[in-house]
């Protein structure tokens, strides 16, 4: 079984920083891409970054400039170092990866449970 498990979310002053972490645990074949999305209250979830295996990333327009994404393919790990925060940025934070799980080719979609990330003065 698959488990993705976040850590990192708090409260956080406007303008401050905050590091997200996810991992991959069980048992699994390969970890392709991985990425984060996050939903405010009341609104849909919203893709916020992606990490491909090979390490090319790309970024919501919302956070680009302000937010980096990084993996440890050898822990299966994905991290999101966010900076420059604003009121805006308040949402629970889902960690996402696309696993191949066995054998096959096929690839599957796993979720953590999310973190809340609180930006407030």
């Known amino acids: 079984q698959v488990q993705l498990v976040e850590s990192g979310g708090g409260l956080v002053q406007p303008g401050g920083s905050l590091r997200l972490s996810c991992a991959a645990s069980g048992t699994f074949f390969r970890v392709n891409a991985m990425a984060w999305f996050r939903q405010a209250p009341g609104k849909q979830r919203d893709w916020v970054a992606t990490?491909?295996?090979?390490?090319?990333?790309s970024f919501a327009d919302s956070v680009k400039g302000r937010f980096t994404i990084s993996r440890d393919s050898a822990k299966n790990t994905v991290s999101l170092q966010m900076g420059s925060l604003k009121s805006e940025d308040t949402a629970v934070y889902y960690c996402?990866?696309?696993?191949?799980?066995?054998?096959?080719?096929?690839?599957?979609?796993?979720w953590g449970q999310g973190t809340q990330v609180t930006v407030s003065s």
């Open positions: 996402n990866a696309a696993i191949r799980v066995g054998a096959s080719p096929d690839v599957s979609d796993y």
């Open positions: 990490i491909l295996s090979s390490g090319i990333t």
